[in-house]
C-alpha cells in the first residue's frame, strides 16, 4: 500500500490557513473593529476635566452653581448634560425630567466603546467626580466631534480583504516552492534526458531526500538516467571491442584464406577463428542481454557441491586436470536459492579462469561457510593473483591484465559477476596466498523440514 505524505502535507497546509483565516476574520477583525469605537486617550482626559470641574463647583457654590456650570458646558458643547448625586438625583436647582431620566439608562463610562444608539442617538457618558466618587457624577451627552469613527470602510477593507489576500498569496507561494518549483526542475530533467542530454548534472540532494511522491520521482528520474548512461556507455563499448576485436580474427582468416595452406590445416584454422568469434558474439549478447533486460530469474534450492561436481568433469575433461586438483569442501549441507544455470555458468566462468591463472600442478579450491540468512562460497586458485589496485578492474567487461593479454576476451567474470547480482548475491575477488580468492554471498535455501 503506498503511502501519500504530499497529500498529508498539503491537507495541514490547508487546515492551518483556514484557521488562521478564521482567527483573522473573526477574532482579529472584530478586535480591529471594536478599538476603533474607543474614546482616544486625550478625549478621556478632555471629558475628566469637566467632572474636575463639576466637582468643585458643587463644593464652593452648591446647587446653584452646578446649574450655571451645566447651562454653560451644554452652550459650549452644544449637548445634553447632568450633574447627578449618588442617588441619580440632579445636585443642580433644576431637577430631571422623566425624558430626561431615560437617558441614564443607556450611560457608559469612559472606557466604554462608544456608538450611536439605534435611533442614530449620541452615547450618554457617565463620569465620576475624581475627589469623591461616592458624591456624584457628571454625565453628558457625547458631543458630535468626539464620537469615535469606527469601522471604516477602508479599514474593513484591509482586515477582510487586504490581509486574507496577503495570507491566500503566501500559501500559494508556498505551494508553488514546495510543489511548482520541483515539478519544473523535474520537467527540465526528464527534458534533457528525451535529448539524450545525460550528462547534465544530476538533481540536487534535497529534491532526490525528500520523503514525498516527488522525491521518489526524483529517485526513479534519476535511476532511469544512470541507466541509460549505462546502457550508453555500454553499447559503446560494446561496438568499440567489437570492432577491435573482430578484426584480428577477420584479418587472421584473410590471410589464412590467401595462403597456400593445406586443405585440412585451412579447415582447421578457420575452424578456430569461427569459434573465438562465435563466443566473443555470443558472450558479448548474453552480457548485453543481462544489462538491459535484467531478468527476474525464479530460483531455487541447489546443492553446491553436485554443481560444483558437473562442472569439475567438464573442466578436467577439456584441461587433462585431474579431479584431485579441483577438490570442493562443502558438504550437503550447503543450499543456496538461486537460478541453477545462472549460477552454474558463473561457476563455470570462475573455474575457467582459475584453471587459466594456474600453475603447472595447482589446485583450485571450492569452498564456504554459513553466513547468517547467506552463503560465503569462495574459489581459490594458486596463481600469481593481481594487483590490489586490479581487483576490481578484473570484473569490467572487455579488461584484460598485461599478464593475461591474449587469453580469452575479457568477458568471463564481467558475465559472472551479472549472474550473481542477478540472484541478490554478490562477486568480489581479494588476494590470497598464494593467488586470487573469488569470494560469492548467495543467499541460503530454505531449511528442509
Known amino acids: 500500500m503506498r503511502r501519500h505524505p504530499l497529500l498529508w502535507k498539503l491537507a495541514l497546509v490547508q487546515i492551518a490557513f483556514c484557521v488562521l483565516l478564521t482567527w483573522l476574520i473573526y477574532i482579529w477583525g472584530l478586535s480591529v473593529e471594536r478599538s476603533t469605537y474607543f474614546l482616544a486617550p486625550p478625549d478621556r482626559d478632555y471629558l475628566a476635566q469637566y467632572a474636575q470641574q463639576a466637582e468643585a463647583v458643587w463644593q464652593l457654590q452648591g446647587a446653584a452653581g452646578v446649574e450655571r456650570f451645566r447651562t454653560q458646558l451644554a452652550d459650549k458643547e452644544n449637548t445634553w448634560v447632568a450633574v447627578l448625586g449618588d442617588h441619580l438625583q440632579s445636585l443642580g436647582s433644576t431637577p430631571l425630567t422623566s425624558a430626561e431620566y431615560s437617558h441614564l439608562t443607556y450611560m457608559r463610562r469612559l472606557d466604554w466603546p462608544m456608538s450611536r444608539r439605534l435611533q442614530n442617538e449620541l452615547p450618554f457618558v457617565s463620569i465620576d467626580f475624581p475627589e469623591h466618587p461616592e458624591q456624584g457624577r457628571l454625565v453628558i451627552q457625547l458631543p458630535e466631534r468626539l464620537l469615535p469613527s469606527g469601522l471604516t470602510p477602508w479599514t474593513h477593507l484591509i482586515t477582510h480583504g487586504v490581509v486574507p489576500a496577503l495570507l491566500a498569496a503566501l500559501l500559494g507561494l508556498l505551494i508553488y516552492r514546495h510543489l511548482v518549483v520541483p515539478l519544473n526542475r523535474l520537467r527540465d530533467r526528464a527534458d534533457a534526458l528525451r535529448a539524450d542530454e545525460l550528462d547534465n548534472a544530476p538533481l540536487s540532494m534535497p529534491l532526490a531526500n525528500r520523503r514525498d511522491e516527488l522525491g521518489e520521482l526524483a529517485q526513479a528520474l534519476e535511476h532511469m538516467a544512470e541507466r541509460q548512461r549505462q546502457s550508453l556507455s555500454q553499447q559503446r563499448l560494446l561496438l568499440r571491442t567489437l570492432s577491435h576485436e573482430l578484426r584480428t580474427p577477420l584479418a587472421r582468416l584473410r590471410i589464412a584464406h590467401d595462403s597456400a595452406l593445406a586443405p585440412e590445416q585451412l579447415r582447421q584454422r578457420l575452424d578456430r577463428e569461427i569459434d573465438d568469434m562465435q563466443r566473443l558474439l555470443e558472450d558479448t549478447l548474453y552480457l548485453a542481454w543481462m544489462d538491459t533486460e535484467r531478468p527476474q530469474l525464479e530460483t531455487e534450492p541447489v546443492l553446491a557441491l553436485s554443481v560444483w561436481e558437473a562442472l569439475r568433469e567438464d573442466a578436467c575433461?577439456?584441461?587433462?586436470?585431474?579431479?584431485?586438483?579441483?577438490?570442493?569442501?562443502?558438504?550437503?549441507?550447503?543450499?543456496?536459492?538461486?537460478?541453477?544455470?545462472?549460477?552454474?555458468?558463473?561457476?563455470?566462468?570462475?573455474?575457467?579462469?582459475?584453471?587459466?591463472?594456474?600453475?603447472?600442478?595447482?589446485?583450485?579450491?571450492?569452498?564456504?561457510?554459513?553466513?547468517?540468512?547467506?552463503?560465503?562460497?569462495?574459489?581459490?586458485?594458486?596463481?600469481?593473483?593481481?594487483?590490489?589496485?586490479?581487483?576490481?578492474?578484473?570484473?569490467?567487461?572487455?579488461?584484460?591484465?598485461?599478464?593475461?593479454?591474449?587469453?580469452?576476451?575479457?568477458?568471463?567474470?564481467?558475465?559472472?559477476?551479472?549472474?550473481?547480482?542477478?540472484?541478490?548475491?554478490?562477486?568480489?575477488?581479494?588476494?590470497?596466498?598464494?593467488?586470487?580468492?573469488?569470494?560469492?554471498?548467495?543467499?541460503?535455501?530454505?531449511?528442509?523440514?
Open 317 to 449: 575433461f577439456e584441461s587433462g586436470w585431474a579431479a584431485e586438483r579441483l577438490p570442493c569442501l562443502l558438504g550437503v549441507e550447503c543450499r543456496v536459492q538461486v537460478h541453477l544455470d545462472s549460477l552454474a555458468q558463473a561457476l563455470e566462468n570462475l573455474l575457467r579462469n582459475a584453471i587459466r591463472h594456474s600453475p603447472a600442478g595447482g589446485t583450485v579450491t571450492f569452498g564456504g561457510e554459513r553466513d547468517g540468512d547467506f552463503w560465503h562460497l569462495w574459489v581459490r586458485d594458486q596463481g600469481s593473483g593481481v594487483a590490489e589496485a586490479d581487483l576490481e578492474k578484473i570484473f569490467q567487461p572487455y579488461q584484460r591484465l598485461e599478464s593475461s593479454a591474449g587469453e580469452g576476451f575479457g568477458l568471463g567474470l564481467a558475465i559472472a559477476r551479472r549472474a550473481i547480482e542477478m540472484q541478490n548475491g554478490r562477486l568480489w575477488a581479494s588476494n590470497a596466498a598464494p593467488g586470487l580468492c573469488l569470494h560469492l554471498h548467495l543467499p541460503a535455501a530454505p531449511a528442509v523440514n
